[in-house]
């Protein structure tokens, strides 16, 4: 049996992380920026490299 999908009004839906895979410091001019790859999908592993602190906020539980 298939996961249910809730659509938001605009048709969208949100995907939730499963796994964060690696992480990155970028060097900036006199800044310094976290990366973290996560996981978004099991089964097709799609992958991203998303702010540090941004999904820290929204998904604390990967941390």
């Given at each position: 049996?298939?996961?249910?999908?809730?659509?938001?009004d605009?048709?969208?839906?949100?995907?939730?992380?499963?796994?964060?895979?690696?992480?990155?410091?970028?060097?900036?001019?006199?800044?310094?920026?976290?990366?973290?790859?996560?996981?978004?999908?099991?089964?097709?592993?799609?992958?991203?490299?998303?702010?540090?602190?941004?999904?820290?906020?929204?998904?604390?539980y990967?941390?």
């Open positions: 049996m298939p996961d249910t999908v809730q659509l938001k605009n048709l969208t839906f949100e995907t939730m992380p499963v796994q964060i895979t690696d992480r990155r410091i970028k060097q900036l001019r006199g800044k310094q920026i976290s990366l973290v790859k996560v996981i978004w999908n099991d089964v097709t592993g799609d992958t991203t490299w998303e702010l540090e602190d941004k999904i820290r906020e929204n998904y604390p990967l941390f």
